[in-house]
Antibody
């Protein structure tokens, strides 16, 4: 059973860069589990897909965030990361990492989420 | 990309059946059989309950079923139970090789 664990600062200042890491336990970033992604949920609001990465390194981004987002991976450490530049208060949210399975079309396993607050 | 359209709320009594709709376009819901549904209880991470329109992951109750007609997908929950009270989100693959969620539906079991 795959487990995912997000980590990163809980507080980021406006205009700075949000950086989060997701460690994969019980599996690895490989052809067996090729697609991984990030999703966020502002307080009291709905889910928003941010980005997906494949084990081959192919990346896919939400057009509304593409100019500010980078998703990357370190297969040797079974972890993947998110960077979001130039954050504002609107980026305050619970950030989830997820496994998107073999074809990357659904969110099969979720991390428990980590709250990131953007505030000075 | 525009979010898929879901009703903000639905309600039902224990034992009843309810259906939640998820409307998109031919570029997402209508164009691919890659619609999924996630259940989220308050303060918890979402959980996948339906994928590829109608398939259930191992361990998910067969009271949950999915379907699609044209640009609208549906989630039906039969034999409502109090533990089904949660938020439900649909998602779909899109022609832009992206993923998009619905706005979410709050299910209240009266």
């Amino acid at each position: 059973q795959l487990q995912l664990q997000e980590s990163g600062p809980g507080l980021v200042k406006p205009s700075e860069t949000l950086s989060l890491n997701c460690v994969v336990l019980g599996g690895s970033i490989s052809s067996a589990h090729p697609y991984w992604g990030w999703i966020r949920q502002p307080p009291g609001k709905g889910l928003e897909w941010i980005a997906t990465i494949s084990y081959r390194g192919n990346t896919y981004y939400n057009p509304s965030l593409k100019s500010r987002v980078t998703i990357s991976q370190d297969t040797s450490k079974s972890q993947f990361s998110l960077r979001l530049n130039s954050v504002t208060v609107a980026d305050t949210a619970v950030y989830y990492c997820a496994n998107l399975g073999v074809i990357g079309r659904d969110f099969q396993e979720w991390g428990q989420g980590t709250l990131v607050t953007v505030s000075s | 990309q525009s979010a898929l359209t879901q009703p903000a709320s639905v309600s039902g009594s224990p034992g009843q059946s309810i259906t939640i709709s998820c409307t998109g376009s031919s570029s997402d819901v209508g164009g691919y059989d890659y619609v999924s549904w996630n259940q989220q209880h308050p303060g918890k991470a979402p959980k996948l309950i339906i994928y590829d329109v109608y398939k259930r992951p191992s361990g998910v109750s067969d009271r949950f079923s999915g379907s699609k007609s044209g640009n609208t997908a549906s989630l039906t929950i039969s034999g409502l139970q109090t533990e089904d009270e949660a938020d439900y989100y649909c998602s779909s693959f899109t022609s832009s090789v992206t993923l998009v969620f619905g706005g979410g539906t709050k299910l209240t079991v009266l």
